[in-house]
């Protein structure tokens, strides 16, 4: 009755929110008298929180200053919904060995600035970015380069020995090459991220102030940005690149939460959301109708296991049946449905929906829901250490209620005692995983760097990776990865670790829980929007009504 | 009084120091660390992570920071830099506290203005059927949370009427803040109708009054300035502690407005361990508490002449 009732409610509020803007038009509204046909200059705006650094192409990790740096910069190459490749910046980009890599650039682009980009643009930013000097939080990136130790030795406190990649070789204007310390197939792919974008002679004159003020490459050049207000970009007219923009520009505008940028798409003083908040997502899809967006994001909720802890290791290894029937204990598909509200997918394997090498069922049996066969298993595996597990969260980010779910799953097909952990903010829960401190289990969030299956596989479970904070550790899956990783071609590199996928669940590294949505929408002004598999809205496609 | 302006203005200096301190070791004693934030769920090597401390000068000893940070506080005006994306800690407070004191002054011109005037009527109305009405309003006022007040407004006048937009846009624009203004001075509203009733429907029975009333003097120069005078003493004290807990208490409101202001900041500066910003924050408002706890001790005076200050 709730639901149907504030469902009513908020039916009124539109009606008299259409009614107003029928009457008087909203601010930012333009004239809407020729319905449908699309204004090619057309300016949009997009809820976007303040990006937490500065815009350095080697420092944008985050969700924010991505999307403003995918609008700015082209980087050679960028793949499509289906994980293929599609030549940006580069006309041809060709191996034989998946070890040393060629690339040719398509003549005539040039900077925001006028300045031409060549290959020394590329080679340069690749040598800025790496430098442990210039300290980008992006830098590991380049670690597959020859030569990448000497500019980013790994101990603390170490100089760099030399300020170029010894593995870039610059051969002429529109052509270098790329040496790699080994055969990495996946590399291609891995060239479509932010930190491999080309940077302009001015930057290295003041990185800061370009940081504020990037230059780019991209389909749109930078115009200002309001510190926590907003940030314009327009079209680059002397854009070549083949996602050329298709309206006049974007305004980014911050929002305190995401109730108050729905309300304002509702209202029309805003055009594109990048997610729904938890408030508004029982409604959203009556509230919008067909503008009402649900796609696939490439990113993975798990449950990861402190291996170090004493529960875990002490006397001896735990058994891993254990952990598979701690798996098989959680009704994934009711709590997704209930208390996630349809906004996550359940998980049945490791590896998100949308990269490249992503298998259906990948886990088999472990991530099905079967109460009988969990306790069964629990107890072949000598059954849970104290027989009660924790799992650590962070409070500041909307976890509790499904980590409650989750632990009154597990507590009721197993009978094995459940409780969260709850650290206040996400600072005290890394600190806590990175001086391992986890008491029992934590929750565990990937969202995908490059769509290749090896990106949810080599940088989670490898021995001493950095997304490894569980203290997992296996020679046999180490040596399946590292074969994976520098198999001689692409298709076999994603085949070998298709299967160490399917092998995790002799290891169980992890509880797969669910994959993400994008819960998302859009105004009445535009249209032909669609969202990436990072979530993010494409920015060039989207086209303003007049 | 210029002795004790002066010795006033001294003590602050102490109190400056101790609560700069306080907030700089507090902050550095969460548990967390800004640096490793700095790259979630992903990390980073040692090297990066190193190279990243000793730019932003957090692999110094805590005693030493804080001297650089006073130093450069006192010397040069510099409150640091923020740890996030590099932003001087002056502008980031510069962004954030205009709109705060437009919001908050629009609020206390509210509460002032509503509240003294409700408390006027009850006071002199006390125990008819004006005095229980606003009784029973403030009384409502005072159990409703902000959150709550907040979002009736916008479902009201936002959404169902369509007089207002339902958020503060980036332009700052005076009649945008109405709303929030409301909602943040509601409370304060209800407690300065309260105090005003209270005091002047006690004053009413003093002496002083029967005296004034005898004397043949007008209603209204009885009530104005007798009356008025005498009772304003503890509604004054709770406005002027009021003006900071304005600027600084506005998280919630000003997250239900998308209001850029001073709560937000500090509320962020807290989750991302921005020690610089959250002192440079706090250091502002304990001085905005010091120097209105002043005028108001001065302003007592003024009411009262029989408090003189040496």
């Known amino acids: 009755m709730r639901g149907a009732k504030s469902a009513?409610?908020?039916?009124?509020?539109?009606?008299?929110?259409?009614?107003?803007?029928?009457?008087?038009?909203?601010?930012?509204?333009?004239?809407?008298?020729?319905a449908g046909a699309v204004d090619p200059n057309g300016i949009f705006s997009v809820e976007l929180g303040e990006p937490e650094k500065l815009l350095h192409t080697g420092d944008t990790m985050e969700s924010n200053g991505s999307l403003v740096m995918s609008g700015l910069f082209s980087t050679l190459v960028d793949y499509k919904a289906d994980g293929s490749l599609e030549m940006i910046n580069a006309e041809s980009l060709t191996t034989t060995d998946s070890k040393t890599w060629t690339v040719k650039l398509k003549p005539g682009w040039t900077f925001h600035d006028g300045t031409p980009v060549t290959s020394k643009s590329f080679v340069d930013a690749w040598n800025w970015n790496a430098n442990v000097k210039n300290a980008m939080g992006l830098a590991s990136w380049f670690s597959d380069i020859k030569g990448f130790e000497a500019l980013h030795p790994e101990a603390e406190g170490a100089k760099p020995t030399a300020d170029k990649l010894e593995g870039l070789k610059i051969v002429d204007d529109t052509t270098f090459t790329i040496e790699l310390k080994g055969s990495v197939p996946a590399f291609g792919h891995k060239l479509a991220y932010i930190p491999f974008a080309p940077l302009p002679e001015s930057f290295y004159k003041d990185p800061k102030a370009a940081g504020e003020k990037p230059v780019g490459n991209g389909p749109y050049k930078f115009k200002s940005w309001d510190h926590k207000?907003?940030?314009?970009?327009?079209?680059?007219?002397?854009?070549?690149?083949?996602?050329?923009?298709?309206?006049?520009?974007?305004?980014?505008?911050?929002?305190?939460?995401?109730?108050?940028?729905?309300?304002?798409?509702?209202?029309?003083?805003l055009d594109v959301l990048r997610q729904v908040g938890p408030k508004d997502l029982p409604v959203y899809h009556q509230d919008l109708g067909d503008r009402a967006v649900d796609a696939d994001h490439s990113a993975i909720q798990s449950i990861a296991?402190?291996?170090?802890?004493?529960?875990?290791?002490?006397p001896k290894p735990v058994d891993v049946k254990v952990i598979q029937g701690l798996s098989m204990a959680i009704d994934r598909a009711t709590i997704t449905k209930t208390v996630l509200q349809g906004t996550r997918e359940p998980a049945t394997g490791w590896v998100a929906k949308g990269v490249l090498g992503y298998q259906e069922n990948a886990a088999g049996d472990v991530t099905k829901f079967d109460p009988a066969k969990a306790k069964e298993l629990i107890k072949a595996g000598g059954g849970v250490p104290g027989n009660k597990i924790s799992i650590q969260f962070n409070a500041d980010g909307g976890h509790k209620e499904w980590v409650d779910a989750v632990c009154n799953s597990i507590q009721q097909s197993v009978g094995v005692q459940c409780t969260g952990d709850s650290k206040p903010d996400f600072q005290a829960d890394l600190a806590a995983r990175k001086s391992k401190q986890v008491k029992s289990m934590y929750r565990s969030a990937w969202s995908l760097d490059y769509p290749v299956n090896g990106n949810f596989l080599s940088d989670l479970f490898k021995t001493g990776a950095a997304g490894n904070q569980g203290g997992f550790s296996n020679k046999e899956l180490d040596a399946k990865l590292q074969a994976a990783e520098s198999a001689k071609t692409l298709d076999e590199s994603v085949k070998l670790f298709q299967e160490a996928e399917k092998d995790l669940v002799k290891y169980m590294p992890s509880i797969p829980l669910w994959y993400y949505k994008v819960n998302a929408g859009y105004g009445e002004k535009v249209s032909g929007v669609k969202y990436d598999q990072a979530g993010d809205p494409i920015l060039n496609l989207i086209e303003v009504k007049k | 009084m210029g002795r004790y302006v002066a010795r006033r203005l001294l003590q602050m200096i102490p109190v400056f120091l101790g609560t700069t301190f306080l907030i700089f070791f507090m902050v550095y004693s969460l548990p967390g660390d800004p640096v490793l934030g700095l790259f979630g769920d992903k990390g980073a090597d040692p090297a990066t992570l190193a190279a990243k401390r000793h730019e932003l000068g957090l692999d110094l000893p805590i005693w030493q920071q804080y001297w650089n940070y006073m130093t450069n506080i006192i010397l040069h005006f510099d409150f640091g830099t923020q740890i996030r994306n590099g932003r001087p800690v002056t502008e980031v407070l510069g962004d954030a506290f205009p709109i705060t004191m437009q919001l908050a002054a629009l609020a206390f011109a509210f509460e002032l203005t509503f509240g003294i005037g409700l408390g006027i009527i009850a006071g002199l109305k006390a125990g008819r059927l004006a005095d229980n009405a606003v009784l029973i309003f403030t009384l409502l006022i005072m159990s409703i949370?902000?959150?709550?007040?907040?979002?009736?407004?916008?479902?009201?006048?936002?959404?169902?009427?369509?007089?207002?937009?339902?958020?503060?846009?980036?332009?700052?624009n005076w009649d945008e803040l109405i709303a929030p203004a409301i909602v943040l001075g509601g409370l304060s509203l209800a407690y300065v109708a309260r105090l005003t009733r209270t005091s002047m429907a006690e004053n009413l029975r003093a002496d002083y009054m029967r005296t004034a009333v005898a004397k043949g003097l007008p209603r209204r120069r009885v009530i104005g300035v007798h009356l008025m005078r005498n009772s304003m003493i503890p509604v004054v004290t709770f406005l002027g502690t009021d003006i900071g807990a304005l600027m600084g208490g506005a998280v919630v409101t000003e997250g239900i407005f998308n209001i850029k202001g001073v709560g937000g900041v500090i509320y962020e500066s807290i989750t991302r361990r921005e020690g610089s910003t959250l002192v440079g924050l706090v250091t502002i408002l304990v001085i905005v508490y010091l120097v209105t706890s002043l005028l108001i001790d001065l302003l007592y005076a003024v009411l009262d002449p029989r408090i003189r200050y040496a």
């Not at chain 1, 908020?10 to 004239?31: E, H, M, N, R, Y």
């Open chain 1, 8 to 34: 009513k409610w908020v039916a009124g509020a539109i009606v008299v929110a259409l009614a107003a803007t029928a009457c008087g038009g909203g601010k930012s509204d333009g004239d809407k008298g020729a």
């Open chain 1, 229 to 269: 207000k907003k940030i314009e970009i327009v079209r680059f007219d002397g854009y070549k690149g083949p996602n050329k923009a298709k309206n006049g520009g974007v305004v980014f505008k911050n929002y305190t939460g995401l109730e108050a940028a729905y309300e304002d798409l509702k209202s029309g003083n």
């Open chain 1, 305 to 314: 296991v402190a291996f170090y802890a004493d529960q875990w290791s002490k």
């Open chain 2, 145 to 172: 949370p902000v959150f709550v007040l907040g979002f009736i407004i916008k479902m009201v006048f936002a959404f169902q009427l369509g007089w207002i937009e339902p958020n503060v846009s980036t332009e700052q």
